[in-house]
């Protein structure tokens, strides 16, 4: 069935370096995209979000890329800082999906100080 | 200004009995929607409602598992008869309208069935 997921489970940064986190999607049909960092313990908390008829949305210290071409997304994060370290989910819904979030699997970031 | 609100936030339940998990959506939002995380796993969606109504219960399991989201009052998770299987975080998000795609999550009920 259609799904999305993360290529890499675990991430080590060093404080200061640019982290990527990437992810695969697979239905065509996807309009909208988001990226979710959920803390240990917490619900996820919305980081950006960028929809299909876009290549690049930027934020405050995050960066959200989407090729439809290779169905893939990532999320840069400028300056990684401890308060970084959380998991982190994409997330994909099509229009018709009713907002029906479809998450990938999760990749866990670890700031090294 | 409060957010997404879940309760019990931790709820153990021993194999047989009844869970009710309570989500209580932002002010002005009537769109609610459940998903469940077992450890190390992402969000996998089960149910969206909104006010008095089931849009879309897709994920849910076909036994033992119901949602509703009453004209008044939170929105009620029940699972009867848990069995160890069940036990995950169960988080709730709700949104403002349907034509936005934006959810708010609350802090998840983190269920344990012994």
């Known amino acids: 069935g259609e799904s999305v997921g993360l290529h890499l489970p675990t991430l080590s940064v060093q404080e200061g370096d640019n982290s990527i986190i990437n992810c695969a999607y697979s239905?065509?049909?996807?309009?909208?995209f988001i990226w979710y960092k959920q803390e240990s313990g917490k619900g996820p908390q919305f980081i950006i979000d960028?929809?299909?008829?876009?290549d690049k949305r930027q934020g405050q210290r995050v960066t959200v890329l989407l090729n439809k071409t290779v169905k893939h997304l990532s999320l840069q994060i400028a300056a990684t800082q401890p308060g970084d370290s959380a998991v982190y989910f994409c997330a994909e819904t099509p229009r018709a999906a009713g907002n029906k979030l479809t998450f990938g699997g999760g990749t866990r970031v670890l700031v090294k100080p | 200004n409060a957010g997404v609100m879940q309760n019990p936030r931790h709820l153990v339940r021993r194999r047989g009995q009844e869970a009710r998990l309570r989500c209580s959506p932002m002010?002005?939002?009537?769109?609610v929607y459940w998903y469940r995380q077992l450890p190390e796993e992402g969000l996998k969606f089960m149910v969206y409602?909104?006010?008095?109504?089931?849009?879309?219960e897709s994920g849910m399991p076909k036994e033992r598992f119901s949602a509703e989201f009453p004209k008044e009052g939170p929105s009620i998770l029940r699972i009867q008869q848990v069995v160890r299987g069940d036990s995950a975080a169960y988080f709730c998000a709700s949104s403002r309208l349907l034509d936005t795609y934006e959810q708010y999550f609350g802090p998840g009920t983190r269920l344990t069935v012994t």
């Open positions: 960028i929809r299909s008829n876009m």
């Open positions: 409602l909104q006010k008095e109504n089931i849009i879309d």
């Open positions: 002010k002005g939002h009537s769109h």
């Open positions: 239905n065509s049909a996807s309009d909208y």
